[in-house]
C-alpha cells in the first residue's frame, strides 16, 4: 500500500465501482442538547449554502482464516521472525507457534463466498497481507468507528505483543441501502473457520442522534448533555484541541473497472484521494481529545462494567449548535477480542487496554466556536473540557493555510487503509493527516524530549495549482516562550516536494529540527506564500522540551 493521495478535484465525481457522490443542498439545523440551548437557525440568504457529502457503496471485509487443527510443518519466518519470537518465554512460544500454523496463508478469491444479509455477493476487490510478530511496547493502537477514531496508549508488560496475522480484504458492491440502517455480513470457506473484522455494516446516518450515537441511551446522553453546560469540574480529566482544514480525504476502492466477467479482481494499492472544498462549503474541523480514564484495563469477560462515552458540542454565536459527535465503547466491542479470537485468555491476557482518546470531526461555517467535550466512564463519573475553534472563510481564489497541527505520534500510513476496512462504506473519521505516506496524528499538548525532533503538518492551498505551476513557499519561526527570544528562523522555504501536480493542496508533513533546544517552552508559527506575491496568514502552535 505504497500509493495514498492521488489527484485532487473540487468535487469527487466518480469510485470506479464504488458508488461516490458529492451533494448540494441547504444547510440544516441542528438540535438543541438541553432546554438552555437555543435552537440553530438555517443562514439567511437566497443563496444555498453547500454542504459536502461522500457517499460509497463499495463494503471492505477484514478476514483471518484458521484451519481447524494445527499444521505439523515448522511455521516460516515470514509469521513468527526468530529474533523476536527468542524474546518469549516457552509458553508463549508453544502458544504463537499453534497459532501460526493454523492460520491459512493460501487463499484465493474463489475459495471465499460472501453474504450480504443472506443473499450471495460477486466479490470485486481481494488482497492479502501478512503481519509477522511484532513488539508493541511503544506504538499507539488505533481503531475507527463511524462516529470518530479511539486511540489505544502503547501496550506494556504481557500487552506489549502483536502476534501474527494473515489477512485478506474482500470487496463488494451490495444494494443500496437506506441510510441509518445495517445488514449482516457472512464469509465461509470450505473446512474453515473464518473470523471478520465485523459482523454487519451500516449506511452512515447523518442525523445527529447523540442518544443513538452513544447507545446507552436518553439516560446517559442527558446526563452528558447538562454537564457540558454546568459548572461541575469532574473526576475525569480532560484536554481537547480543534483544527480547521480546508481539505478532505476520500477512499478510492477499485482502482479499475472490474464490471465484466472474468476481469482479474484489483489486488493494488487502495488510493486516497485528496479533494478541496468548495469555497461556500463548512470546513473540516478535526477535534482531538485526550482523558485518563476512570479505569485501566478491562476484563474480557466484563458485562458489568461500565461503558465509556464521549460527547462533543461546538456552540456558535447566541449558544447555537453548529455540530455535535458522541460515541461509546463497551468492553465487548474491544477491537482486540474481534481481531484475535482465538488467543482470548492466552498470550493476550486477562486484561484489555482502555482508550486514552478520541479522534472526530465537524463540519463548521465560518465563525468562532466554544467546542465543549464530555467524557463519562458511566453515570457517576464525568469530565469536560472546551477548545475554542476559529473557522475562516475560504474563497475559491485566495491563498490561504490551515491550523497548524504537531503530532509526536506518528505512522505508516498504509494503516490509514486498514482503517477504511473496518468502517467501509463508511468514510474514516476524521480526514486522515497524509503527507508523504506518513499519517500525523495530532496532538492535544505537546511534550517531547530533549534532543529529538517535532513532527508537525499544515496544508496550503494555492488555487494557481488548478491551471498552472507555481512556486510555493513557507516560513517557519520558533519563539521561546520564557525569554521571547527567536531561536529559529528558516526563512523562505521551498514547498516544491510536498506539491501534488494538479491539486491546489499541498500537505506539508515533516519533522523540524529541535534537538539543539533547550527545556522550555517554544511557540512555533509557520507562514505560506507564493510567485504571485500572495502571503497567507501566520499560524502557530505551542510545544514544551522537558
Not at 482486540?336 to 482502555?354: F, N, W
Amino acid at each position: 500500500m505504497k500509493q495514498i493521495v492521488a489527484t485532487a478535484m473540487v468535487f469527487l465525481t466518480a469510485c470506479l465501482t464504488a458508488v461516490c457522490q458529492t451533494q448540494l443542498g441547504q444547510a440544516q439545523p441542528q438540535s438543541p442538547i438541553n432546554a438552555r440551548d437555543n435552537r440553530s437557525k438555517p443562514v439567511a440568504t437566497t443563496e444555498e449554502v453547500p454542504g459536502l457529502r461522500i457517499e460509497s457503496r463499495q463494503v471492505l471485509l477484514g478476514a483471518v482464516v484458521l484451519k481447524h487443527s494445527a499444521d505439523k510443518h515448522v511455521s516460516d519466518e515470514s509469521l513468527l521472525p526468530a529474533d523476536v519470537l527468542k524474546r518469549y518465554p516457552r509458553y508463549v512460544v508453544a502458544e504463537l507457534t499453534d497459532y501460526a500454523k493454523k492460520l491459512d496463508n493460501r487463499l484465493e478469491a474463489s475459495d471465499f463466498r460472501v453474504f450480504d444479509d443472506g443473499t450471495e455477493q460477486r466479490i470485486n476487490y481481494f488482497n492479502k497481507s501478512i503481519l509477522p510478530l511484532e513488539d508493541w511496547d511503544r506504538l499507539w493502537w488505533f481503531t475507527p468507528t463511524s462516529h470518530g477514531t479511539w486511540g489505544f496508549p502503547p501496550l506494556d508488560g504481557q500487552h506489549a505483543i502483536q502476534p501474527p496475522l494473515v489477512r485478506y480484504v474482500i470487496g463488494y458492491v451490495p444494494p443500496a441501502l437506506e441510510p441509518g440502517k445495517c445488514r449482516e455480513v457472512r464469509v465461509a470457506v470450505e473446512g474453515r473457520e473464518v473470523h471478520l473484522d465485523r459482523n454487519a455494516y451500516c449506511a452512515a446516518d447523518r442525523s445527529d442522534n447523540v442518544e443513538e450515537a452513544t447507545r446507552e441511551g436518553a439516560d446517559i446522553a442527558t446526563k452528558m448533555r447538562v454537564f457540558a453546560n454546568s459548572d461541575a469540574p469532574g473526576s475525569v480529566k480532560v484536554s481537547a484541541q480543534a483544527f480547521a482544514f480546508w481539505s478532505s480525504r476520500v477512499l478510492s476502492v477499485v482502482p479499475q473497472n472490474v464490471s465484466s466477467p472474468g476481469t482479474a479482481l484489483p489486488t493494488s494499492d487502495l488510493i486516497y484521494v485528496l479533494q478541496i472544498h468548495h469555497s461556500k462549503a463548512p470546513a473540516t474541523v478535526h477535534v482531538a481529545v485526550q482523558f485518563v480514564p476512570p479505569w485501566r484495563l478491562w476484563d474480557p469477560n466484563c458485562p458489568q462494567k461500565p461503558s465509556l462515552s464521549v460527547l462533543g458540542i461546538a456552540y456558535g454565536e447566541h449558544h447555537q449548535i453548529a455540530g455535535q459527535f458522541g460515541v461509546t465503547l463497551t468492553c465487548s466491542a474491544h477491537p482486540a477480542i474481534e481481531t484475535y479470537p482465538a488467543l482470548q485468555g492466552t498470550i493476550l491476557g486477562q486484561k484489555l487496554k482502555v482508550p486514552t482518546r478520541f479522534d472526530a470531526q465537524m463540519e463548521l461555517m465560518p465563525g468562532d466556536y466554544d467546542v465543549r467535550v464530555v467524557v463519562s466512564g458511566g453515570k457517576k463519573e464525568f469530565g469536560k473540557t472546551r477548545a475554542p475553534v476559529h473557522v475562516e472563510g475560504l474563497d475559491a481564489q485566495r491563498f490561504a493555510i490551515s491550523d497548524v497541527v504537531l503530532s509526536s505520534s506518528t505512522r505508516d500510513a498504509s494503516k490509514v487503509l486498514d482503517d477504511a476496512v473496518k468502517v467501509s462504506p463508511a468514510v474514516v473519521i476524521p480526514a486522515p493527516l497524509i503527507s508523504k505516506n506518513v499519517q500525523f496524528i495530532p496532538d492535544i499538548q505537546t511534550l517531547i524530549p530533549q534532543h529529538t525532533r517535532l513532527p508537525l503538518y499544515f496544508e496550503i492551498y494555492e488555487p494557481l495549482l488548478k491551471e498552472e505551476a507555481a512556486e510555493v513557499y513557507m516560513h517557519l519561526r520558533v519563539t521561546n516562550l520564557r525569554t521571547g527570544s527567536l531561536v529559529l528562523d528558516s526563512g523562505q522555504l521551498s514547498a516544491a516536494d510536498w506539491v501534488l501536480p494538479g491539486n491546489p493542496v499541498i500537505p506539508v508533513g515533516f519533522s523540524m529540527g529541535t534537538q539543539e533546544l533547550p527545556r522550555g517552552d517554544y511557540r512555533v508559527e509557520v507562514q505560506a506564500s507564493d510567485t504571485a506575491g500572495r502571503e497567507s496568514a501566520w499560524r502557530q502552535a505551542k510545544f514544551t522540551i522537558d
